[in-house]
């Protein structure tokens, strides 16, 4: 296995898609296996409605934010981000982790972005 993503669809946000982990295997990273599992995520069915990604990242991991970067730029939208928990809520020594966004994502998009792949 090279590559993981585990995500989930918001209850109160059906039009979102969570990233709750993804992770690519040392000898692949940089290699846009990251952006591409997101992207096939993104073409499945229960996917349609979707909208927004969204991911807490905390401001030390720098490849997590370039990953959200990418996806942003290959999908031809725009990135966001905003505090969302301060490292006081975690109980050891924890970063703050901050709300990443992108959208809005056009699923006219998401098919050239396929048909191209």
């Not at 069915?45 to 370039?66: G, L, M, W, Y």
Request: charged share 25%; hydrophobic share 35%.
């Amino acid at each position: 296995m090279v590559g993981f993503v585990s995500a989930f669809l918001l209850p109160k946000k059906p039009e979102t898609l969570f990233v709750w982990q993804i992770a690519t295997h040392p000898s692949q990273q940089g290699k846009g296996i990251a952006t591409s599992l997101i992207q096939h995520l993104l073409t499945r069915p229960f996917c349609q409605p979707i909208v927004h990604v969204e991911a807490t990242i905390s401001p030390d991991n720098k490849a997590s934010f370039r990953l959200f970067e990418k996806l942003a730029e290959t999908l031809h939208t725009s990135i966001h981000h905003e505090p969302l928990f301060g490292k006081e809520l975690f109980p050891d020594s924890h970063e703050d982790e901050d709300l990443y966004r992108v959208g809005p994502i056009s699923q006219k998009e998401l098919k050239n972005q396929e048909e191209t792949r």
